[in-house]
């Protein structure tokens, strides 16, 4: 057997860690179904991140992404958000999305000690084929 699969645990969680980790995964949930509401030709994807900071810091939670280490520095942004054929990770600004793009976007929140993290693709307008 590998060394590294040797080494894993698998920690079994209680009906109440579960519950609570729910409670992060559904404010991720809330933070994704308001920005595919926010999400239209002319919005930066810096306001997208500001209102995701807005909403979870609203809960009472922290944003995860917020000073994950990097190469240059700590990471600043709530979200990460992708646009077309960018992999993952895009740093949130002052781009702004046009009709016809994939934005990809990625939100994680700590609720109580918990994590929640999740990511959506949306069409924003009409995109051809």
Known sequence: MC???????VTIKSSAQIERMAVAGRL????LDRLGDELRPGVTTGQLDAIAEEMIRGA???PSF??????????RHSLCI?????????VPGPRRIREGQLVSVDAGAIVDGWHGDGARTFIVGD???
Do not use: K, M, T
Request: charged share 25%; net charge negative.
């Open 28 to 31: 991720v949930a809330d933070v």
């Open 127 to 129: 995109v051809p084929d």
């Open 66 to 75: 917020i000073g994950v280490p990097g190469r240059r520095a700590p990471f």
């Open 3 to 9: 060394a590294l699969l040797a080494e894993r645990r």
């Open 82 to 90: 992708s646009i077309d054929s960018e992999v993952v990770h895009g």
């Open 60 to 62: 009472g939670a922290i």
